[in-house]
């Protein structure tokens, strides 16, 4: 990344949920943070040494935090490295990425929590925050070791796509999380009714022949979940919540005031099970696709504020894992060069209001994290993105930045070029 001189960006767009500010504004960046910021499209009386950026009323948001990011390293590096999900990311606008633990060793001990902060200082990228196993391996028997991964630096904790079928375990996991205040994140899945499932159970499954995962399997998990959270008083984080019955579930344990927030990936709010087709793997995910009722009824949950969170779940596959047979490809889809034009979409359908999207990647994970990011405001790091909401995107899984090109985004025009990322008031990436 470049170390610029100090910049003012004027004329922009501000839109900042954290002050609920959507209009005119400027601001200016000093030494990797928000200097001033004016509610006005110019900043007069600026000093010689300060690069003008025009925005040209592009819109100037914080820059964005994807809570469920895979790469291959450590263990398969082949398929993404930190460096190139570092790239990947600024090029979408995202300045901040939490990388899940189902790596090569999985990220079970203070040890390899440290190895990914002290590999994400040395790429001077994007800022890297490790999330910490919940088990040891991830095979949901053992407590892994939370408390001395929080003090190294995991920002919550998880065991990625494997549920935890031993409520016992899940338990301890949420009581010993309970005094750190710590978040736990948890697929809300029955690893035995979803067993070899690869699409969503129902007619579409049943006539292509593939094993479906009933929708049911979502809520049974989520109930017990909820009951755990509840019993232990922990924070619970709901991992990509995917139906209609789940979402009522959740709407209930929220009115009765247990600590749980939901994320939705940008997949299930953007495509349905009839995506997959003539067994299109680039559509195969975990959790699967669900129905358009399903998909109809995240997309109210976004605009409500049920759905806290929105991530990219960007899972790199190269291609010899997705040219398989649909049931034997590798689940997952690259997302974060995506993860912004795919959700402005609702901003230009109107189904959701500009500044609550922006709110769902940016100031929400910030404040679940703990985290000073995600906001515009003086004082506050200086990663921020200038996006041309209305510039059209054809996406080219070729061009992507990420080394796996398995985006089901391929192909399609979406709306909303990021212009230029800025982390820590750095140039992390400029539209050439």
């Known amino acids: 990344m470049s170390n610029p001189r100090p910049i003012a960006i004027q004329n922009a767009r501000i839109v900042d949920p954290g002050s609920g500010y959507d209009g005119p504004g400027a601001v200016i960046v000093t030494e990797g943070v928000i200097a001033e910021v004016a509610r006005t499209a110019t900043i007069a009386n600026l000093s010689a040494d300060i690069e003008i950026i ?14 469920r990011v895979k790469t291959g390293e450590p263990g398969s590096e082949p398929k993404e490295t930190l460096k190139s999900a570092s790239r990947a990311a600024a090029a979408g606008g995202v300045t901040s990425i939490v990388l899940q633990p189902d790596t090569d060793p999985a990220i079970d001990d203070p040890a390899m929590v440290d190895f990914i902060l002290r590999r994400a200082r040395d790429i001077e990228g994007v800022h890297v925050y490790p999330a910490g196993a919940c088990t040891q391996g991830l095979e ?33 996991v949420l009581s010993y999380a309970r005094g750190f205040n710590a978040l736990v994140a948890h697929r809300p899945a029955d690893p035995y009714l979803t067993a070899g499932a690869c699409a969503t159970e129902g007619e579409l499954a049943g006539r292509l022949g593939l094993a479906g995962a009933p929708a049911i399997a979502e809520r049974i998990m ?5 009951a755990l959270a509840e019993l232990t008083g922990a924070r619970l984080l709901v991992d990509q919540i995917t139906t209609a019955d789940a979402l009522e579930t959740l709407a209930r344990a ?29 559509y195969r995910l975990d959790p699967p696709l669900r129905t358009e009722a399903d998909r ?8 409500s504020g049920l759905i806290d969170v929105v991530v990219s779940a960007h899972a790199p596959a190269p291609a010899e894992d997705k040219r398989l047979p649909f049931s034997e490809s590798t689940p997952g889809a690259v997302g974060l060069e995506t993860l ?9 359908e109107e189904r959701v209001p500009l500044i609550d999207l ?16 995600g ?13 041309d909401l209305d510039a059209p995107v054809r996406i080219d899984a070729d061009k992507l930045q990420s080394k796996s090109k398995n985006s089901p985004f391929d192909g399609r025009m979406l709306q909303g070029q990021v212009r230029l990322t800025l982390v820590d008031g750095r140039t992390a990436f400029q539209l050439a």
Do not use: W
Request: hydrophobic letters at 50%.
């Open 358 to 373: 922006i709110r769902a990647v940016t100031i929400a994970p910030a404040r679940l994290l703990g985290l000073s990011a």
């Open 375 to 387: 906001r515009i405001a003086k004082g506050a790091p200086a990663d921020l993105v200038l996006c």
């Open 222 to 226: 989520l109930e017990r979940d909820l």
């Open 296 to 303: 109809q009824a995240l997309i109210d949950a976004l605009a």
């Open 340 to 348: 912004l034009p795919a959700l402005l979409a609702f901003h230009h």
């Open 54 to 67: 025009d925005a040209a009323s592009a819109m100037l948001i914080p820059g964005l935090i994807d809570l």
């Open 254 to 282: 929220k009115a009765k005031g247990i600590k749980v927030v939901a994320s939705a990936s940008i997949n299930h709010l953007r495509f349905n099970e009839v995506d997959i087709g003539d067994y299109r793997t680039f």
């Open 140 to 172: 949901g028997e053992r407590m892994a070791e939370i408390g001395l991964m929080h003090e190294a630096g995991a920002v919550y904790f998880t065991d990625a796509d494997r549920s935890i079928g031993d409520s016992k375990v899940l338990r301890r």
